[in-house]
């Protein structure tokens, strides 16, 4: 049997749910990555506790960090089978109490300083991400980071409309949203509300496009309720629509929606080029 060398066991060993997170806790729990003042070494684990934690908007009912950690179920419980999403869950938890500890740093009048350590752990979880393409977002104002998969598509959109929408955006493909259509039906009002006021733009560049979003966003139990019998914009065929079917379509209007964002962001391109040929032509006159 051919023998591997220790750069394929190492590759090997890259994608392994179990190890990845012992080394994250190794970074998180037990490695010094902070020194405050007089000198005095700590875990992140610790100062987040001790500065960060209870002034976080999102820690909900948690007491605690250690409280917080074991809603996400983190550690690693040794019983457990861990999938792709739970592994991402506990990554994602652990890179939001990073970034508490980051902003801290910033914030502070006296910061502290971080070693090498700090900045390990965020490669580390920036590459545990990438092995199965996802990709982490932070959302300053609302003190929270989502882990969802990475899309070229949704990345570039994210890029050209204002961060709330960004972020939103980004939170549709969270794995957590699979099946609920509220969350999805929110996202989708937001992303049509922030198209509306470029729709005659849009109109214009794509008329087919515009003409099939807009529809989508009134007759899909979206804008109005379109699946209560007796008002005025029931659609029978809407109200009889599966979750799964109603989800489909919802699904192929965010993907319209992006479309349509990035049709408006090239026409911006394209006049550009159109102004750049005449200055050109205007010279060999």
Known sequence: ?????????????????????????????KRYMIEQNFGQKTTLKNFVQQHCFYSWKNRGRCIDVDDFLNTIGYPLDPYETINL???LDRIEGIYNLWYLAKNYRYLSEKPPKFYITYSILKTLLNDCLSDFNYKAYYNSEVEQLIVAEDKPEVTAVAEIVDPQTAFEIVRYNHHTLQGNLEAKKRILLTMGAELEPKRNVLKGINQSLERNIFFMLNNLNLRHNNCAEGDKNYKKAVASMTPMDLEHWYDEL?????????????SKRLHDIDSLKNTLSRENL
Do not use: G, P, T
């Not at 965010?254 to 090239?266: C, D, G, H």
């Open 1 to 29: 049997m051919e023998r591997n060398n220790i750069f394929k066991l190492l590759e090997q060993n890259y994608k392994s749910f179990e190890s990845n997170l012992f080394r994250i806790d190794e970074l998180f729990q």
């Open 85 to 87: 999403y739970s592994y």
């Open 254 to 266: 965010y993907q319209m929606i992006l479309l349509a964002n990035l049709e408006l962001e090239n």
